[in-house]
């Protein structure tokens, strides 16, 4: 052999050994969520559906032969920590995916650096919509899906006219309003009032006393989740208030731990616990079995995030790689049917949902007052091919 | 009517909050940053007497000892070495807080804590609804200022920590032993915040940063007040009622930073604040 082809050999050898290991090791997915901060209630939960997807991926063989792995790092539920997080993940730890749940100043911080790196990134919580990236896909609801179906019970079944809306300054609350206030305005009601606080306010006195003169028929909020939630209710059953009342922001979890201020309060969720489907039954059975006594409810928050480590797995599987570029071609196409039914992230990277409204009961539990199948999500990214 | 009930109950909560950080403030000559700490033991206090079994209102004795206790051992620990250096004192306060909601967080999970309300339920007052807590929230302020005051003025204790608040070396030289007029007062100071914690639980959501949101607008009013009790209430009541009014009137968001931006603006004008003096 001569020397340059024995160089040529050489190198060609090394290089696919390398390429080889890249192709055999884990596959990482990462996710950046709020351990601490306003969402350090739910990010529990939301780690925890993200381990049971991948122990069961893994269990059953991983994905194309390899192992899944998760990194999970602290956003602190804002922007600042958002940065961090993304920044350690993407570049440091060299995630394949990002697939997480997160605040909207969180998420918008991070979408730079999703672009720059090349992530495929599934967000998995509900948001205010409109936010695109080729990158970025969304299994969870926006106002489109999760709005229509309160304004229309209260319209229609409790006859209310007149609506005083309550948010928590950030694009969250001030965007799930807007939309609130035009669809209203769009079906024949009228907004008396619309008032926001700072995300770490607490004191909602003045707003009350401002709801109280204004006498609406009905109340709709959209705080940030977790303590804002609590202290509006809080305050407002102190005041006296037990109007017609939807929470646009309240999980099952956060309305258990608000107890007896929480009864009668209405949302509007992809999933509630009590929703009847051999899936959901199969997934809480699993749920129960992985963590025991530690399990925090499943909620609206979290199965998404389940269900999008799935919806990866099967986009890589039907990409035949983790190759960026392949795996947001394939990621539209793939269905995965979870507790939450059959996902396809195929409206504008956006998945039509089936929506549940519910009413909380005195116990805590959350009853289904209606269902409305496939919500369609609208025109959320019309520029994304 | 509504707004008036609003600008005197936020005044009084204000005050309940304030009082402790005021004592500490006046006869250390420090602020005490761990304060808003102290407001979270103290309300984590009643979710223990709650689990326990206990009445919520249990809570408050529970918690005035509980804060008083801790107080002392972070007097001892903490401040007492740092006496010749109050900056570093103020900065310990601050790193102590930390510590301090960090461990909460450890020991309860950072989940919020249910508690039953201590009071709940509406009164008729002259042609309004009104919630019946914020109206006892009134009479609790009152009852804390009236005893804060007999304290003061009437105690032996009170004497001593006037004198010390006045000039503490000429106290120290007239054999007044201040290192003890310190730490009763910073045991009744960290005491008095863990007792607000409790009061506060059935308007805020209990969990380990639930104390942070209070913590400036106390600094700030003591900072207005300085030493004097009576100047506290006032602070509170205007400031309070700035608050309340420009959070009807303008905007909730500017409402919240009204008592920082109207603090720091007095204090331009005049340096000395409320006191007199």
Redesign the interface.
Same mark, same amino acid.
């Given at each position: 052999m001569t020397p340059k082809l024995f160089a040529a050999s050489t190198v060609s050898l090394l290089l696919a050994t390398v390429a080889q290991a890249a192709d055999s090791g884990p596959i990482v997915i990462g996710v950046p969520v709020g351990l601490s901060g306003a969402n350090s209630v739910v990010a529990p939960s939301v780690v925890q559906e993200a381990q049971l997807a991948v122990d069961e991926i893994n269990t059953a063989g991983g994905v194309l032969g390899r192992k899944l792995q998760l990194e999970v790092a602290d956003d602190a539920s804002g922007a600042a920590g958002a940065q961090k997080a993304f920044d350690s993940l993407i570049y440091q730890k060299k995630v394949d995916a990002l697939i997480s749940m997160e605040t909207s100043a969180a998420r918008n911080a991070g979408l730079p650096a999703v672009s720059k790196g090349r992530v495929p990134f599934i967000y998995t919580s509900f948001y205010e919509g409109h936010s695109c990236n080729k990158y970025l896909f969304v299994d969870a609801w926006v106002p489109e899906q999760q709005v229509p179906p309160i304004v229309d019970n209260f319209a229609k079944e409790k006859n209310a006219k007149t609506y005083f809306l309550i948010g928590s300054d950030y694009a969250f609350g001030r965007g799930m309003l807007g939309f609130t206030r035009s669809y209203i305005e769009k079906t024949g009601g009228k907004v008396v009032g619309e008032e926001y606080l700072p995300m770490d306010g607490a004191d909602w006195t003045p707003i009350l006393s401002k709801l109280k003169d204004a006498k609406p028929d009905a109340i709709i909020t959209s705080t940030a989740g977790g303590a804002p939630n609590v202290t509006l209710t809080k305050q407002m059953r102190a005041a006296g208030i037990n109007l017609h009342y939807a929470n646009l922001a309240v999980d099952e979890g956060t309305a258990k731990s608000m107890g007896a201020d929480a009864t009668g309060i209405y949302l509007s969720a992809s999933y509630v616990t009590g929703i009847d489907s051999p899936e959901n039954k199969k997934f809480l059975d699993a749920a129960n079995k992985k963590f025991g006594a530690d399990l925090k409810t499943p909620n609206d928050l979290s199965v998404p995030e389940y269900e999008a480590v799935y919806l990866y797995k099967l986009a890589v599987e039907k990409a035949g790689s983790t190759d960026p570029a392949k795996v947001i071609e394939a990621m539209p196409t793939v269905s995965f049917t979870g507790p939450r039914g059959a996902i396809v992230m195929d409206k504008q990277h956006h998945a039509p949902l089936t929506m549940y409204l519910g009413q909380v009961q005195s116990d805590g539990t959350v009853k289904v007052a209606a269902t409305f199948k496939d919500v369609d999500p609208g025109e959320q990214c019309p520029n994304l091919k | 009517m509504?707004?008036l009930l609003?600008i005197l109950?936020?005044a009084a909560i204000l005050f309940v909050v304030s009082v402790g950080l005021l004592a500490i403030f006046g006869v250390l000559k420090i602020v005490n940053f761990a304060h808003g700490a102290w407001l979270t033991i103290g309300a984590y206090c009643a979710v223990v007497a709650v689990k326990l079994g206990l009445n919520p209102w249990a809570g408050l004795p529970i918690a005035f000892v509980a804060g008083a206790l801790l107080g002392g051992v972070a007097e001892l620990l903490i401040i007492r070495p740092l006496y010749r250096r109050p900056l570093d004192a103020i900065l310990a306060t601050w790193g102590l807080g930390i510590v301090i909601g960090q461990l909460i967080a450890l020991a309860f999970g950072?989940?919020? +804590?249910?508690i039953?309300?201590l009071m709940?339920?509406?009164v008729r007052v002259l042609s309004?609804?009104?919630?019946?807590?914020?109206l006892f929230m009134l009479f609790a302020a009152l009852a804390i200022g009236v005893l804060f005051a007999l304290t003061i003025e009437g105690t032996r204790l009170g004497l001593s920590a006037r004198a010390v608040i006045m000039n503490e070396t000429l106290a120290r030289s007239l054999g007044i032993d201040t290192d003890r007029v310190r730490l009763a007062t910073f045991m009744i100071g960290a005491g008095l915040a863990a007792l607000a914690g409790v009061l506060l639980t059935?308007?805020?959501?209990v969990?380990p940063?639930?104390g942070?949101?209070?913590l400036i607008g106390a600094f700030m009013l003591v900072m207005v007040a300085d030493t004097s009790y009576l100047a506290l209430a006032a602070a509170c009541l205007v400031f309070g009622g700035a +608050?309340?009014l420009v959070?009807?009137f303008v905007?909730?968001?500017l409402?919240?930073i009204s008592v920082a931006v109207l603090a720091a603006l007095l204090l331009r004008i005049n340096p000395r604040g409320f006191s007199r003096a």
């Open positions: - | 509504l707004l609003d109950t936020t950072r989940d919020v +804590q249910l039953p309300n709940s339920g509406t309004v609804d009104y919630s019946v807590y914020r059935p308007l805020t959501s969990d940063n639930m942070v949101a209070w +608050q309340v959070s009807t905007s909730p968001v409402g919240g």
